[in-house]
């Protein structure tokens, strides 16, 4: 597609139910990058995919969260037990190479997919 | 510790004025700077970005500095229009890193 595509826009779940919030990147594009904004804050940092190479998860919160990188494409993350102070918007970006990288340095972001967890 | 912040989380401008979004870096090692755009309900855009070995760079109306020598950044929009007004990110890429370290934002609202 011409953008990054996320899905569900919307979501929202009861404590402790298991969600999972998909990106699909622009074509072409090796690194993808999974953010969270909490209401009226800046994004923190997630996980981060590079080609085959094994993901940064350095800013996952917990081991309740995961994600997976489908065929150098497709990402997911999984959210397990969900828990009320998880309720954010969830981006997705997509980069030709990286962040900072040679030729183009910036990253490419969904609309974001917005959990409420009640 | 790794932190991009900003100045001032509020900011309003008169139409047609000139607004400067500020922000403050910590990490020496940093060597990729970007703003970045944030309408209500919407992802962030790109606005500009400037790497370490630049002290200036201009879009269309916009202007990014950096110095260096006090860990600044800083985004200056000229004639400002009510299609500015939006949450304005700055953030930094640490050499090595490959991720952008995200400030925590300044609202730029246009008044008419």
């Known amino acids: 597609g011409a953008g990054v595509s996320q899905s569900p826009s919307n979501k929202v779940t009861e404590k402790g139910k298991d969600v999972e919030l998909r990106c699909d990147p622009i074509?072409?594009?090796?690194?993808l990058y999974w953010y969270r904004q909490s209401l009226g804050q800046g994004l923190e940092f997630l996980i981060y995919f590079q080609g085959n190479s094994a993901p940064d998860k350095s800013g996952l919160p917990s081991d309740r969260f995961s994600a997976e990188r489908t065929g150098g494409s497709v990402s997911t993350l999984t959210i397990q037990r969900t828990q009320q102070e998880d309720s954010a918007v969830y981006l997705c970006?997509?980069?030709?190479?990286?962040?900072?990288?040679?030729?183009?340095?910036?990253?490419?972001f969904g609309e974001g997919s917005r959990l409420t967890v009640l | 510790g790794e932190s991009v912040g900003l100045h001032l989380p509020t900011l309003s401008v008169q139409e047609g004025d000139n607004s400067i979004i500020n922000c403050a870096y910590s990490n020496s090692a940093s060597d990729y700077f970007i703003w970045y755009k944030q309408e209500s309900g919407k992802g962030p855009q790109f606005i500009i970005d400037i790497r370490s070995n630049m002290d200036k760079r201009q879009g269309q109306r916009v202007t990014v500095l950096l110095n260096k020598t006090v860990k600044h950044l800083s985004l200056q929009i000229a004639a400002t229009q009510p299609g500015d007004s939006a949450v304005y990110f700055c953030a930094e890429n640490i050499r090595g890193a490959q991720k952008l370290v995200f400030g925590q934002g300044t609202r730029l609202t246009i008044n008419p």
């Open positions: 970006a997509s980069s030709p190479s990286r962040a900072g990288g040679p030729n183009t340095g910036e990253l490419f």
């Open positions: 074509s072409g594009h090796t690194a």
